[in-house]
């Protein structure tokens, strides 16, 4: 029987950061339902009689030409919407690492560790099943790397699995980590026409930005012209306009520095914005650029064999279905077994495999590599589309069937989680962690005023 200072992998965090993750995982699972109904509407009308004006719709040019940014409603979603959910995603990573449960290295390994694998092993069966082609097939390399939160999280709630807040926590912080590194990737693969001189002006309305949120101010009028400028830099810069979003995160303080009172006076804007902006990144962004970018005219069934075969389709089906599990699971084990710590004892094997299959519905990101890899309108991009449908849709019906079977022992820890017999409002669970554990979670800041003030002041770290 291990001792109790054993490390735990998939331990249970703290009580705050528990309701944090569950509160944005209810956002998420929203969103999620939202997204697969814009995919269906997409895929229907475009397979429909009416599919051309479908892609009429998507092709309709809107922007100022001046500016170069006379781009098409389906770029505008990939390039301007998604930018708006990178910004969401850095805001998480970032308060993840300076405030979470995460800022504890021993904690971050596991996550970082699964991400990374998660992404590696799909590329690697993506590259070996697409080795002898002569064409750009190996541009799309990256395709089945990504993980979808939204989308998982929707699968979760309908197969309704009482999942343990452990595991949900993972999956939400897998993915965060997942989204960063694939943003690293589009940036340094898929840039065109890089033009060093727009991406460093992009700085400077970055750098305003970035020195208004660490006063604390939040007026949007100051707040959104800067955005938007560092966004159309970054455009103009060659680098996907996406990275702008991450980039604008990274500078909006997590907690306050102590001459603004410290973390005891209450979340930094971080929390604020992510606060705002997750509903529209959730409910607006993603669902629109998922109608947009997921209607595919399969060709009937011939058609539909044609792509399922293709070696580009296989690969992506392939790396997202048996690569994400291998990665993120084996990335688990490497972790276990190199830092000596031991799953948590209500949990198995089975589930990390679970959990890795779940990490394999690769939607959003991935039809946005898939644009950047193949370009709008040709053969391969269709086939790309298939593939990361069907390795969604197959990964998704493989977690079902494995969560399914943990259900009934995910119940117990689900009500262990919930049982509050002292009527405190904190579960009991909870309150028996060891002074060691608390010293690790940040405070709570429950009560403390809203973040954000009128110009002037102190600054926040």
Do not use: C
């Not at 697969?36 to 092709?59: F, I, K, M, Q």
């Amino acid at each position: 029987m291990p001792s109790n200072s054993t490390a735990r992998l998939f331990g249970r965090g703290s009580w705050a950061e528990t309701r944090r993750v569950a509160d944005i995982l209810r956002k998420e699972t929203v969103g999620g339902a939202l997204l697969l109904a814009a995919a269906a509407v997409a895929l229907v009308w475009a397979n429909s009689p009416s599919g051309g004006a479908y892609e009429a719709l998507r092709d309709t040019r809107v922007g100022p030409a001046a500016l170069h940014l006379d781009l098409t409603l389906g770029t505008w979603a990939a390039d301007g919407l998604l930018a708006i959910f990178f910004f969401v995603a850095g805001l998480e990573l970032k308060r993840e690492f300076v405030a979470g449960d995460l800022r504890e290295p021993r904690r971050a390994a596991l996550p970082i560790a699964a991400a990374v694998g998660g992404m590696a092993v799909p590329a690697l069966f993506y590259v070996l099943l697409n080795l002898g082609r002569d064409d750009d097939a190996l541009r799309g390399w990256a395709i089945p790397s990504a993980t979808d939160i939204a989308f998982a999280l929707a699968v979760l709630a309908v197969i309704s699995t009482h999942l343990p807040a452990a595991l949900r926590t993972f999956l939400l912080t897998l993915a965060v980590v997942d989204d960063l590194l694939a943003i690293v990737v589009i940036a340094v693969f898929y840039t065109d026409d890089f033009s060093a001189g727009s991406l460093l002006l992009s700085l400077v309305p970055l750098a305003v930005f970035g020195f208004l949120v660490q006063r604390r101010i939040r007026s949007w009028w100051l707040l959104l012209p800067l955005a938007a400028l560092t966004w159309v830099l970054v455009h103009e810069s060659g680098v996907h306009a996406t990275v702008a979003g991450v980039l604008l995160a990274f500078t909006v303080p997590v907690v306050r520095s102590q001459a603004a009172g410290g973390p005891d006076a209450g979340p930094g804007l971080a929390e604020h914005f992510e606060h705002r902006f997750r509903p529209i990144s959730a409910g607006i962004a993603v669902p629109v650029f998922a109608f947009f970018s997921a209607g595919v005219a399969v060709g009937g069934l011939s058609g539909l064999t044609q792509s399922v075969t293709d070696s580009v389709a296989v690969g992506i089906t392939v790396g997202l279905v048996l690569g994400k599990t291998i990665g993120i699971t084996g990335a688990t084990w490497l972790v276990s077994r190199f830092t000596r710590a031991e799953l948590d004892e209500h949990l198995g094997w089975p589930d990390v495999v679970g959990l890795s299959l779940l990490g394999g519905i690769g939607f959003t990101v991935s039809l946005l590599i898939t644009e950047l890899a193949f370009g709008l309108g040709t053969e391969t991009y269709d086939h790309a589309k298939v593939g990361i449908l069907s390795g969604t849709l197959l990964a998704a019906l493989l977690a079902t069937v494995v969560l399914r079977l943990r259900n009934r022992r995910y119940k117990r820890i689900y009500e262990e989680e919930r049982a509050d017999f002292d009527r405190d409002g904190v579960p009991d669970v909870y309150q028996r962690e060891t002074v060691d554990d608390r010293a690790e979670h940040r405070p709570r800041w429950d009560g403390a005023p809203p973040p954000g003030r009128t110009p002037g002041g102190s600054a926040e770290s």
